[in-house]
């Protein structure tokens, strides 16, 4: 019998799942962008493929895909807690609100039309959406050739922007990521400053955290644990060097690490590749989307079907026995 393969520690401790997900024949993916679980547990894939949002049951049975002819690039997508999905696609430089199943609801930006590189306006390959817990509101990351957090009103009006080239507090180089906490604070995941920076809902910067190894991906669960994303290797200069990932960092609300996942750089059970989205389900499961294909192709190793969508399975922590249940 073939041991499972674990990653973490104590309360921290996943079961790799390999081929979670039933594919119906004929559909792939290249990769998988990002991921996002709505209430009943259903499983959100937005991809680089034919089919750009393909839908899982909890147990990983095909449901619907959607969003053909729609999206140019998938890249981040967030649930509101309406249970409508925001599908931010860089390469069309917009946000779409979507039902479900599909709907077109709302466009923020307009559609193949990018504003000036790192003009601080909206959008130039626009990355991810964070929601206010407080009212609703919305804000963006922008992104890869922008350097700007812009905030909306929950209809779309923008309302405030932040953000320059630069290292110091409040500059940014690569806006790649975006997450709120229960009160409101934001964080954005500065990948290639190597931190991740927390404001105000109004654009004031309140910290950072800087041993991170170029975060990608932010994930705030329930109980307020950070989960990150680390795309780890950049180059092949650095892509076998140990403790710098890809990998995925689990922190507290005051940046002190509770755990890492991962195994270091490649295919095997336990490896990562290039995680680029995160997020779990009712059972504190993690579901990663990772953009292995884009990873290899920029090391000069294009690989064709390599993993990009897995399920570490919460393993639940061994409960001490009462004394009393031992007398």
């Known amino acids: 019998m073939v041991s499972a393969v674990t990653v973490g520690s104590g309360d921290f401790t996943y079961e790799v799942i390999e081929g979670w997900e039933s594919l119906p024949e004929g559909y792939s993916w290249n990769e998988v962008a990002a991921v996002a679980v709505d209430g009943q547990d259903r499983v959100y894939a937005f991809n680089r493929g034919e089919h750009p949002m393909i839908v899982f049951d909890s147990n990983g049975a095909f449901r619907a895909s959607w969003g053909e002819d729609v999206f140019k690039r998938a890249h981040g997508l967030t649930l509101a807690p309406d249970g409508a999905l925001f599908c931010t696609d860089d390469f069309d430089h917009t946000v779409r609100k979507c039902t ?11 559609s193949g ?12 390959r ?17 992104g890869y ?41 934001v964080y954005v995941a500065d990948r290639e400053n190597h931190r991740i920076q927390i404001f105000d809902s109004n654009g004031g910067f309140q910290d950072q955290w ?8 932010i994930h705030i669960s329930s109980d307020q644990h950070v989960y990150v994303g680390e795309l780890g290797a950049g180059m092949n200069v650095n ?44 059972q504190g ?13 920029n090391l000069g190793e294009p690989k064709e079907g390599v993993r990009s ?7 639940p922590a061994q409960r001490s026995p009462d004394p009393q249940e031992l007398t």
Not at 113 to 124: D, I, L, T
Not at 126 to 140: E, N
Not at 285 to 297: H, K, M, P, Q, Y
Request: charged share 20%; with cysteine.
């Open 100 to 110: 479900p199943e599909g709907e077109v609801l709302m466009t923020i930006g307009e």
């Open 113 to 124: 039309r990018a504003a000036e590189p790192h003009s601080g306006h909206p959008f130039n």
């Open 126 to 142: 626009c990355t991810d959406v964070a929601i206010d817990p407080k009212d609703g509101s919305l804000y963006v990351s922008d």
């Open 145 to 185: 050739a922008n350097s700007a957090v812009h905030k909306y009103s929950p209809d779309g009006e923008l309302l405030f922007s932040w953000g320059r080239p630069g290292t110091d507090p409040g500059e940014f180089n690569i806006v790649h990521n975006i997450a709120t906490d229960s009160e409101g604070y």
């Open 210 to 217: 800087v041993n991170l190894h170029r975060p990608c991906a």
């Open 239 to 282: 892509r076998i060097v140990p403790n710098i990932g890809p990998r995925v960092t689990v922190l507290n609300k005051s940046g002190e690490r509770l755990a890492r996942l991962g195994a270091g750089f490649g295919l095997a059970p336990g490896q990562f590749v290039a995680p680029h989205s995160i997020c779990l389900d009712s």
């Open 285 to 297: 499961s993690i579901f990663l989307g990772e953009v292995a294909w884009t990873n290899f192709r």
């Open 309 to 315: 969508f897995q399920k570490l399975a919460r393993v």
